[in-house]
């Protein structure tokens, strides 16, 4: 089964990496931002290029590899963050200081590659601490700090939403992987309490909030348009052009006259539902359903602690966006500024996106498949006596076609034991 989820998995990301680029060429050929035609698209098939041999490195990089200096690596996604806070080397942008200057008109967002080291972090210390995960110390303390540090730091440059959704995945790992919940529920009471007290003394968060309660309500539509509500109301307008099956592709009020700010981006969503309707939309909808089950299945077929740390919080890494993304887009949501993974403009949102798919691919292609020992005869596809009289470390060759590792070696001969006998009896 792995097989084939794995194989589902990288059908449904090509499907969505290909509706990215088409709605990148679309909106970067009206975007304001865009410097000349079609600039971004072609930007955007560079950091593809980039983020399949990022996915390639961490497919195929061994496990003993990244365990070894998953310290450095989660400094290294530490640092990378903090020279955001550097004049001259990080850059602020409408009152976000979330990148990273490379020269020119190049940036990166650090705190896109943080989420991948601080997960490959989490995933080595619950490997080298399995026996204490339902521990106080082990199993809970330092895992939070690893998880607090990144997030704090995120979480301090305005970024919330990245500093949300690094905060999810966290708590899905460590609560799928069996850290003891009597303290992780206080201790998350806690925590959106203190986030809440913090927000409310950030007066542009205020005020998004506060434009985000007045989108139902026809008598603001005018202060919404000239304020920082605009974005949401005319993302609700778009979608609610688009009917059942669209406008049309490239052929959006919303995308022509550059009206939605920032449509290649955190709103490309509405965009698309514009465009394509319902239909479009809830295909888009759906894909993202099929990577969450596909990763679903791969984490429960993990046997092993890393591996199901590192496919369990690159699912969450990937799908808990998305839903803030759309929530955020058909307004459910205050606006955030979370871009939709595969699909947004953005180098630093695709290529760590693909890395997480590398890491979740490699956790597929490590599955060991389990045969049940009562069908042991007939998957291997040999005669009775084959299994009878041979001895269980000298079996034939064609036993090369199974893993045997998962069955424990006394189990094998007491089933071994029972059919020569059988088979005695029976002659």
């Known amino acids: 089964m792995s097989t084939y989820c794995n194989r589902l998995l990288n059908i449904t990301v090509i499907l969505l990496v290909v509706v990215g680029l088409c709605f990148s060429a679309s909106t970067s050929f009206w975007a304001k931002e865009s410097g000349n035609t079609y600039g971004m698209f072609w930007r955007q098939i560079f950091f593809l290029v980039v983020g399949v041999g990022a996915a390639a490195f961490l497919r195929y990089t061994s496990e003993t590899l990244l365990s070894r200096f998953y310290w450095w690596l989660y400094a290294l996604g530490i640092i990378g963050v903090l020279l955001c806070y550097i004049p001259g080397i990080g850059k602020t942008v409408h009152g976000a200081s979330r990148w990273v200057s490379l020269g020119g008109s190049f940036t990166i967002q650090t705190s896109e590659f943080a989420k991948i080291t601080t997960l490959i972090a989490l995933g080595s210390w619950f490997k080298f601490n399995a026996s204490h995960i339902h521990s106080f110390w082990k199993g809970f303390v330092i895992p939070g700090i690893i998880i607090a540090i990144p997030f704090i730091t995120i979480f301090l440059q305005t970024d919330m939403g990245t500093a949300l959704g690094l905060g999810c ?186 890395m997480a798919i590398g890491l979740l691919s490699r956790a597929a292609s490590q599955i060991k498949v389990q045969i049940p020992l009562d069908n042991l005869q007939r998957r291997i596809n040999l005669p009775l006596s084959a299994i009878s009289y041979q001895p269980l470390d000298h079996l034939p060759s064609t036993t090369s076609k199974i893993d045997l590792n998962p069955i424990r070696q006394e189990e094998l001969e007491d089933e071994s034991f029972k059919i020569r006998r059988s088979w005695k009896d029976n002659s």
């Not at 984490?299 to 890393?306: D, F």
């Not at 969450?316 to 949501?333: D, E, H, Q, R």
Request: net charge positive; glycine share 10%; with cysteine.
């Open 169 to 354: 995945t966290g708590l899905i790992v460590m609560v799928l992987i069996g850290s003891p919940l009597r303290y992780i529920a206080p201790t998350l009471l806690g925590g959106v309490a203190l986030v809440a007290i913090i927000i409310s003394f950030n007066a542009n968060r205020m005020d998004r909030i506060e434009q985000w309660q007045k989108l139902d309500k026809v008598e603001y539509r005018y202060e919404l348009l000239k304020g920082t509500g605009r974005q949401q109301l005319l993302a609700r307008d778009g979608m609610q052009a688009g009917n059942l099956t669209g406008v049309g592709y490239a052929q959006g009020t919303k995308n022509k006259q550059a009206d939605l700010p920032f449509a290649h981006t955190d709103f490309i969503f509405a965009i698309i539902c514009e465009e394509l309707g319902f239909i479009g939309s809830a295909s888009i909808v759906l894909l993202y359903g099929i990577l969450a089950v596909c990763g679903l299945i791969i984490t429960s077929l993990s046997s092993s602690v890393y591996n199901r740390v590192l496919s369990c919080g690159a699912i969450a890494m990937l799908i808990v966006p998305s839903c803030l993304n759309m929530m955020v887009v058909t307004g459910v949501l205050p606006n955030s500024g979370l871009p939709l993974p595969f699909i947004s403009y953005g180098g630093s949102s695709l290529i760590s996106s693909l």
